[in-house]
C-alpha cells in the first residue's frame, strides 16, 4: 500500500541529471574554445554554448527549488523562486483536470480553494502526481 499521507511531489531525478550533464558537457566545449582558439570560435558560437549552459542550469535550478510536500493534512509548496505557500487538504474545494486522449489519465491538474484562488499547478510528469490524485479522490474531493 502507497503511503498517502505523506508526499513529495517533484521533477523526476533524470531533470537534474540532464542539467548536470549538460551543464558539464557546455562549460567543457567553452573552456577548450578559450584555451584553443581558432577561427571558427566567433562570438556567436560564444553565445549559443552559453544559453545552452545557462539552459542546463535552469533544469539543475527547477528540479531543486521545486517541490510540493504533503504531510498528513498540511500541503507546502515551493515555487521557482523559493516562495511558500501552504494550505491544508481541507481547503482544496475542487480539482480541475484537462483530460489526455487516454481517458484514465490526466494532462494536467489546477487545485482551487473555496474562493475560487487557484492554489495549485500540477502535471502528470512529476514524480508523486498520481498517489496525490488518489489521495485527493479518497477525500472526496471534486473532479471537473
Known amino acids: ?3 498517502n499521507e505523506n508526499l513529495i511531489i517533484k521533477f523526476p531525478r533524470f531533470v537534474l541529471w540532464l542539467g548536470v550533464i549538460s551543464s558539464l558537457f557546455w562549460s567543457a566545449l567553452i573552456i577548450l574554445m578559450t584555451l584553443f582558439p581558432n577561427d571558427t570560435a566567433d562570438y ?3 553565445l549559443v554554448f552559453t544559453l545552452f ?6 533544469f539543475i535550478w527547477i528540479s531543486v527549488a521545486w517541490r510540493v510536500q504533503i504531510e498528513g493534512e498540511n500541503i507546502q509548496s515551493r515555487n521557482y523562486f ?4 501552504r494550505f491544508t487538504i481541507k481547503s482544496i474545494a475542487r480539482v480541475k483536470t484537462k483530460k489526455s486522449k487516454n481517458q484514465n489519465q490526466f494532462d494536467e491538474v489546477t487545485l482551487y480553494s473555496k474562493d475560487g484562488e487557484e492554489l ?5 510528469f512529476y514524480s508523486g502526481f498520481r498517489e496525490f490524485m488518489e489521495r485527493l479522490k479518497q477525500e472526496k474531493i471534486e473532479f471537473e
Do not use: N
Open 1 to 3: 500500500m502507497i503511503d
Open 44 to 46: 556567436w558560437v560564444y
Open 53 to 58: 549552459l545557462l539552459l542546463g542550469v535552469w
Open 82 to 85: 523559493f516562495r511558500t505557500q
Open 120 to 124: 495549485l499547478y500540477l502535471s502528470p
